[in-house]
């Protein structure tokens, strides 16, 4: 799209690095940069590193606003676009990361440190490299850092992080079958308690409320704003109702129908009550009166009630036998067909239905036929167990209709 003549671009640059790292750069060239370009920033311990962009123009302006940074803050440059000499050291860089990985691990192992190193993150130009790592509690590492610098000769940082950046770093298939939240769009961890899985009437099951990372998942907040708005109007500490009968339980609640399931002691039918009834129900007890019944009645009408659809074809899809019972419909036809006797229909051509009478006339000896028997009627082809003589009937017997026929 073409800017206006005097439009001045946004000069800050929103650059995304390994595990979704995300930071905002000048961009005092005033180069012309478009989203998966490889470009060339600064770093706070010198060098340069290398990045993709993410973002440019006027989204970077509402980024800075939802991750509350000021504009005054953001001082790193951004040096050039990546060369191909920057590209290739920096995937030598990224190729070494899995083995410097491992060798770290060892290190770690025989030093006794209680710590998980998850993740190593060189710098682009391969000079310096990131340690993120996982521990209960404080680590001495400094014996750690002498050890990892005489290996790889190179800066080592050393960062601690939970474990759900531990999971966003990672990645990986939650139980839903799909990526992992934290690792492909979520940017912030919001705190996850079991009271979000009570209000939403999930079994309190860590196997099952808890992801990757071991904590509970954060798909769990996502859906409570709605629970709570729903939860508004159903009653608070609803636990027993008293009847003249006994004492009901409260059991479950279905929290968009608004129904509440009560039972007696030792019964295992259920009543289900609606919202209005149990308040009606606890209002009553307040007051020292018990009633008769726990449900109320409601009068069914006899109008036959409408008829729901359970299924309608709006798509036009059609059954997958549609084309076995096309060629059964066929078969049958072509079998009628078949049996069908040959020649004109008498019905079209009007004229008399009348089946003609059966003479049973023996075979002459001579095979030819006589003058004197032309016009006479020829006798009905009758099966017999020899198929040459029914073929001649039936081919004399189409000779003499087409000779007494009538000119039209």
């Known amino acids: 799209m073409d800017m206006p003549a005097n439009y001045k671009p946004f000069n800050i640059i929103e650059i995304k690095f390994k595990g979704s790292r995300k930071e905002f750069y000048l961009n005092t060239e005033n180069l012309y940069l478009e989203a998966g370009e490889l470009v060339a920033v600064e770093t706070t311990t010198g060098g340069y590193d290398i990045g993709h962009v993410s973002l440019t123009g006027e989204l970077v302006r509402m980024q800075l ?39 770290s691990r060892v290190l770690a192992k025989e030093l006794g440190l209680a710590m998980k190193l998850s993740d190593v993150d060189y710098q682009g130009d391969r000079t310096k490299a990131t340690f993120y790592y996982t521990a209960e509690g404080r680590v001495d590492f400094r014996e750690l850092i002498k050890k990892m610098a005489e290996t790889f000769r190179i800066r080592i940082e050393m960062r601690q992080i ?44 860590t196997l099952k409320l808890a992801g990757q990372c071991g904590k509970l998942k954060c798909c769990l907040n996502y859906e409570l704003d709605t629970y709570m708005d729903a939860l508004k109007n159903i009653p608070d500490n609803v636990e027993r109702l008293e009847t003249l009968t006994g004492t009901v339980r409260h059991q479950k609640t279905d929290i968009f129908k608004k129904l509440m399931w009560f039972s007696y002691p030792n019964d295992d039918n259920w009543i289900a009550l609606d919202i209005a009834r ?13 009633p008769e019944y726990l449900k109320v009645e409601v009068e069914v ?33 072509n079998r009628n067909k078949k049996n069908r006797p040959k020649g004109p229909n008498p019905l079209a051509t009007g004229e008399n239905t009348q089946r003609p009478q059966k003479i049973v006339q023996s075979r ?28 001649k009937r039936r081919k004399n017997y189409r000779n003499n209709n087409n000779r007494e026929r009538p000119s039209e």
């Open 65 to 103: 606003k939802k991750r509350h940074v000021r504009i005054e803050d953001v001082v790193k440059k951004i040096y050039r676009k990546a060369t191909p000499g920057d590209v290739d050291k920096w995937k030598i860089s990224k190729d070494l990361e899995f083995e410097t990985m491992h060798k």
């Open 162 to 205: 939970g474990m759900r950046q531990e999971a966003s770093r990672l990645g990986g298939i939650g139980s839903c079958g799909r990526e992992l939240c934290c690792s492909t769009w979520l940017t912030d961890f919001k705190t996850v308690s079991t009271s979000a899985a009570r209000y939403q009437n999930l079994s309190l099951n």
């Open 278 to 290: 149990v308040k009606e129900v606890q209002k009553l007890n307040r007051e020292g009166i018990k």
């Open 301 to 333: 009408s006899k109008e036959a009630p409408a008829k729901v659809l359970d299924y309608e074809n709006v798509v036009g899809q059609d059954s997958l036998t549609r084309l076995d019972n096309k060629n059964n419909w066929n078969k049958k036809n």
């Open 364 to 391: 002459p000896n001579n095979p030819q036929t006589p003058k004197s028997q032309e016009g006479t009627i020829p006798p009905s082809p009758e099966r017999t167990n020899g198929s040459n003589g029914n073929n």
